[in-house]
């Protein structure tokens, strides 16, 4: 083994990103509170730099490093790139909201960069025990991040149940991965693919006993029902930017890591696999959908509209062919953006003292802060899939997949339950624009900055959705580029 | 396939035989020979001849978990230490780098843990 071999430079990035977040551990501790803002832009000149090296790196081949141990291919690239942006919007919108209630400190920053690193790794790992590592990474920081108010009972008691399901879903994905290596000895992702399709000398029964309990897992990370009971209770008990964190980025690492497990491991039993994303997906369309419209906390209602969206990228997933996997990376690099801009939105009207997470506080937004109103409806149009907006053209897409692929009824069924969810999306509008408001008009948290940026990542739910061709043929190219097909 | 599995079947049956077999034995056994008068100091826990102090279910102080946490992550890598140690000459620079930066992110943590306070008792 020499330092040649390692072809470290392929995860600059991450290298970078690394050393950067442990300087900026470090440094934190001798700044004052007052001084917390230089943490603050610290930390997003970090994210630049990291994205700067990512677009840098960006090769069409794929690259290898640590001995076969991680990857650098387009998908992973652009993964990252979004998980980046994620993270940079969480920090940004977060601040106000944080300052207010105690957590602006250092470790709200040091996490969620180690977070991120955590879905770096796991979008680039091609090898079971990195995957691994990168999730325990991303899920550790966040179960600390949830619960970073500790003296809140909602935040400690969401903490606990994302911990110990957490816990429970990597105890179920390491054993499905155990007997995926029982069954090839090998835990290399390529490896296992080649000896359960070309070479047929893997044991195919212990193979699929192995799925089970990786789909089983990935289903736990993603949210999708019957695995989703975590979800509405941490979205709604962690504080607000932790639960844009978690409603984000982590939803382009679980694409990434279900993608190489069961589009690039599991390749040769796509039929097997499909029927079980079949059943979640089905099953998250329906529950996620009709469960939303009995909810008066809008954390709560973007948490089961988190879990239908999952229904939908597990849809496009599902078709298990480049068009599927592109229309589903779509979908994740959309609903990534629309979430976030959800969420700053809501931290945005909130202040000391006061959520803004009940859905009457929404009511006559539009006479008293009509520009974030207008706002909110783009976020809630896109949602909802109302045409021009970016979430029309992701199930658009997701769905023509599905059709391709002959099951008209797993679409139709789709629309059908998305038409059920645009009512409580379009509720949120009604309340806006035709409610009278509760009480007098309350200031706007956030500085200049932060609402430049919001209104930015708003725009651009309908600057994509009016030209969506580009990124589209972006991604549906990184897909081939490092997809083997 | 799952016939392999056979042994761990077994093994966990003679385990629980094992493990439940003579509770049963002697509880049994007890009933049918033994005669049962319970009194006082029978049922009272022992403590070395003299009346229990208090509750067993006391309260730890936090801190206590908070040493045994820091204690269990910086005594772990002594379990890699070693073995580095034993195979430094055939591994050479590349295997005394790696360790060094794997002790360097250590020493991150400890840095962070003792500027934050950890190691203070009170």
Known sequence: MTWTSLNAWVAAPEIFLFCATCAILLLDLFVSDAKRGFTHWLSLAVLVVTGALLVRGYHAAPQYAFSHMFVADPLATLAKVGMVVGVALVLIYGRSYAADRGIFKGELYSLALFSLLGMMVMASAINLLTLYVGLELLSLSLYALVALRRDSVESTEAAMKYFVLGALASGMLLYGMSMLYGATASLNVLEISQRLMVEQSGNPLLATFGLVFVVTGIAFKLGAVPFHMWVPDVYQGAPTPITQLIGSAPKLAAFAFTIRLLAQAMEGFTPEWRSMLVVLAVLSLAIGNLTAIAQTNIKRMFAYSTISHMGFLLLGILVGNVVGYSAAFFYAVTYMLTAAAGFGVVMLLARQGFEADRLDDYKGLARTHPWFAGMLLLVMFSMAGVPVFVGFFAKLAVLKAVVDLGMVWLAVFAVAMSLIGAFYYLRVVKLMYFDEPEGAAAPLSGCMFTRVVLSLNCLALLGIGLFPNDLLLLLTNAVEFSLPI | ?122
Do not use: H
């Open chain 2, 1 to 122: 396939m799952l016939q392999n599995y056979f042994p761990i079947l077994l093994f966990l049956v003679v385990g629980i035989l094992v493990g439940v077999l003579p509770m049963l034995l002697g509880w049994g056994v007890g009933k049918v020979l033994g005669t049962n008068r319970p009194d006082a100091a029978k049922l009272s826990p022992y403590e070395c001849g003299f009346e229990a102090f208090e509750d067993a279910r006391m309260q730890f102080d936090v801190r206590y978990y908070l040493v045994a946490i820091l204690f269990i992550l910086f005594d772990l890598e002594v379990a890699f230490l070693v073995p580095w140690a034993v195979v430094l000459d055939d591994i050479g620079m590349f295997g005394f780098v790696s360790m060094m930066i794997f002790l360097a992110v250590l020493v991150v943590g400890f840095v962070y843990e003792w500027m934050k306070g950890a190691l203070e008792w009170e």
